[in-house]
T-cell receptor, first 109, second 116 residues
Framework: DAKTTQPNSMESNEEEPVHLPCNHS???????IHWYRQLPSQGPEYVIH???SNVNNRMASLAIAEDRKSSTLILHRATLRDAAVYYC??????????FGKGTRLSVIA | DVKVTQSSRYLVKRTGEKVFLECVQD?????MFWYRQDPGLGLRLIYF???????EKGDIPEGYSVSREKKERFSLILESASTNQTSMYLC???????????????FGPGTRLTVT
């Protein structure tokens, strides 16, 4: 399985932007970059995914490096409800997603 | 609204009991998955299924089996529960990933199983 590396934890102030990094130097040409998050006492939920180009949706933005060896999930204005574990996952085809340990984001009021 | 439901939020069983964890999705998804989540270990894939009556082993299938008799239902079975199977169990479903628009995996709320 292609692997990703994320910081164990990060902290942000409320209403400030948050940049969550992910390194994936062994990414293959067919791997999509997925981000999920898990709020306390809930199952993970999808955030965003992309292949080569930057992506935006109502929850976040995904910035993908030109060589695709790293990506950054951007939360434009962190709220207390964004405190969660964020997972960066590579996947292609119909193979199951393999979750790592993710980054625990704390948001300070 | 899409939904994955799991039969129980909390379950307490005794060592040696046979345990059934049920998962139902209402999105007509082909793919279904069972994970377990333990502190410090993240989510680990137990079994998955791409279609009715199909099953594939994940990373940690030992001590578990699965059943998928209907498309919407995927059951995880602990043949003889042991204390090391105390964990949070998460079920998920997804459409088959054939293109860029079909990569979203939907999770249930989880079942916290305690084996005593």
């Amino acid at each position: 399985d292609a692997k990703t590396t994320q910081p164990n934890s990060m902290e942000s102030n409320e209403e400030e932007p948050v940049h969550l990094p992910c390194n994936h130097s062994t990414i293959s040409g067919t791997d999509y970059i997925h981000w999920y998050r898990q709020l306390p006492s809930q199952g993970p939920e999808y955030v965003i995914h992309g292949l080569t180009s930057n992506v935006n949706n109502r929850m976040a933005s995904l910035a993908i490096a030109e060589d695709r060896k790293s990506s950054t999930l951007i939360l434009h204005r962190a709220t207390l409800r964004d405190a969660a574990v964020y997972y960066c996952i590579l996947g292609s085809g119909n193979t199951p997603l393999v979750f790592g340990k993710g980054t625990r984001l704390s948001v300070i009021a | 609204d899409v939904k994955v439901t799991q039969s129980s939020r909390y379950l307490v069983k005794r060592t040696g009991e046979k345990v059934f964890l049920e998962c139902v999705q209402d999105m007509d998804h082909e793919n279904m998955f069972w994970y377990r989540q333990d502190p410090g270990l993240g989510l680990r894939l137990i079994y998955f299924s791409y279609d009715v009556k199909m099953k594939e082993k994940g990373d940690i299938p030992e001590g578990y089996s699965v059943s998928r008799e209907k498309k919407e239902r995927f059951s995880l079975i602990l043949e003889s529960a042991s204390t090391n199977q105390t964990s949070m169990y998460l079920c998920a479903s997804s459409p088959p990933r054939r293109g860029p628009s079909s990569y979203e995996q939907y999770f249930g709320p989880g079942t916290r199983l305690t084996v005593t």
